[in-house]
């Protein structure tokens, strides 16, 4: 649980161990090639990709890393720290911290995991144990050649591909093609691969050689997004959310960052969107949605749409879930437009199962196909997971076996998120020194913590940024994990 109201200026922090782990600066060429010279490991910091070591993933970096060599040595008996055990609040995982798993979905996966059991000298015993739903669709997933232990399409099972286009087209108003939709290890794998095809800088495309691909990010953001346009070698366009306005879009900032990048020399190309969003927990209005469209076509802006949280809405009525893709099509926009979703957040938290999806559309041939090709260089993302993906979006239907249950598992799941949400935002907004805006969706609360003059001393003199140090002394004197 978090603290209600930050501590009294406490005693120095130990910072020698996150100092310990930050990356030391590269050694030059030539050093390596001495390393070399002299038998010694090639492999060195002067050998490896720059792009990865200026890469920076805070949501498993330094702190997180700390909080992990704090936690196996409580497990190893010292009894040094405050508390006895780390919460790690640093990256939704929601089954690692209790969330239960839907029944159905891991019904059929049981029965596909070991298909003796579907045989039909073995239906009778089954159907003691399972509900008769759960294995005729466990027998209609084997039926369409879903093999568990077998590489699919690089695209994913098709049957699945199916169920994602039905559920998109139910949600939306409008139909979907299962031949532009990918399923994914994740969302973060379909992001990564779109921005890796966007991000590029190749010094023969242009003029000069520093002219590089510019993306437009949310700050704050999902640091998925900042670490894969470093590897890409692309450049970083930040724009910045309206915490006034509970953190809706600034059209006007979007527009003034992207002005401000172009006239430095930017090839910017595409905008990154996370809605509901991840950190800062808002749900855009349709407003915003629509001004953002709007945006993007008028300035030929590719629209990434990271909508994994769409199922994490906590003001409705008032403030639902918009897609992307409705308002593009809604609009008839030509905005080149991919959205993702995944089966790692909402209710399902099947974050282990690395199952997720995009859709492109108003993309050409010509990108689909190359898209194709990099995903077939992965071979097929995981089977297990592109089952939950279509489980996920063709669930068990009001009148059949399974219903009721999954009906209260996903309604309560619901409400205790949604009841978290609203009691975190409480007490934080009661707490001296922090505030926060109403929960509206997404898993997360950005909150606002008015730092001290000593505070702020004491970071100069640590060498750290203020938010850092902060959040070290919240992991080593109270053993949660956050990240600035």
Not at 178 to 202: D, K, Q, W, Y
Not at 273 to 300: H, M, W, Y
Not at 331 to 359: I, N, P, T, W
Not at 418 to 443: D, E, I, W, Y
Request: with cysteine.
């Amino acid at each position: 649980m978090l603290p209600t109201r930050p501590a009294e200026t406490p005693p120095a922090v130990t910072v020698a161990p996150i100092a310990a782990l930050q990356p030391k600066p590269a050694v030059p060429l030539v050093a390596a090639m001495e390393h070399q010279r002299r038998g010694l490991p090639s492999m060195g910091e002067g050998n490896i990709n720059p792009r990865l070591l200026r890469a920076r993933y805070a949501v498993r970096g330094l702190l997180p890393q700390r909080a992990a060599a704090i936690q196996a040595e409580l497990e190893s008996g010292d009894h040094s720290y405050p508390f006895d055990k780390v919460v790690f609040a640093n990256i939704g995982n929601p089954q690692q911290v209790g969330q239960k798993p839907v029944t159905f979905f891991r019904q059929v996966l049981s029965l596909l995991e070991w298909e003796h059991l579907l045989e039909p000298a073995q239906r009778e015993s089954v159907l003691k144990l399972f509900p008769e739903d759960a294995v005729e669709r466990a027998l209609a997933y084997q039926g369409r050649g879903c093999k568990l232990g077998a590489y699919t399409d690089s695209k994913g099972f098709p049957v699945v591909r199916d169920e994602v286009a039905a559920f998109i087209e139910a949600r939306d108003g409008h139909p979907a093609d299962p031949n532009r939709i990918f399923l994914t290890a994740g969302a973060s794998e379909g992001i990564s691969t779109v921005l890796g095809m966007i991000a590029h800088t190749e010094a023969d495309q242009y003029k000069t050689r520093d002219q590089k691909v510019g993306i437009m990010i949310p700050m704050p953001q999902y640091p998925l997004y900042s670490a894969t346009i470093a590897l890409c070698g692309g450049e970083e366009v930040p724009y910045f959310l309206d915490e006034d306005k509970d953190w809706e879009m600034d059209i006007d900032g979007l527009q003034r960052s992207l002005d401000r990048a172009r006239a430095g020399g930017a090839d910017v190309r595409a905008l990154c969107v996370i809605n509901p969003g991840n950190p800062t927990g808002q749900c855009l209005s349709k407003e915003s949605v629509d001004a953002v469209v709007r945006f993007c076509e008028r300035e030929c802006l590719v629209l990434l749409a990271d909508e994994v949280y769409q199922a994490n809405t906590y003001q409705l009525p008032e403030r639902p879930f918009h897609s992307f893709r409705k308002a593009v099509l809604d609009m008839s926009a030509k905005v080149e437009l991919a959205s993702f979703h995944s089966v790692s957040k909402g209710m399902l938290g099947e974050c282990g199962r690395r199952g997720g999806y995009m859709e492109l559309i108003n993309f050409g041939q010509f990108f689909l196909q190359q898209l194709e090709k990099r995903s077939s260089m992965n071979l097929c993302s995981n089977t297990s997971g592109q089952l939950v993906v279509g489980l996920s979006c063709n669930p068990p239907k009001e009148g059949e076996a399974s219903y009721p249950l999954y009906h209260k598992e996903m309604t309560d799941q619901y409400d205790a998120l949604k009841g978290r949400a609203t009691k975190l935002a409480k007490a934080f907004n009661s707490a001296r020194g922090m505030s926060v805006s109403k929960p509206a969706g997404s898993m997360y609360l950005y909150v606002e913590v008015k730092l001290s003059r000593e505070a702020k001393a004491a970071a100069r003199t640590a060498g750290l940024p203020a938010e850092t140090l902060y959040c070290i002394r919240l992991l080593e004197k109270r053993g949660i994990c956050v990240i600035p």
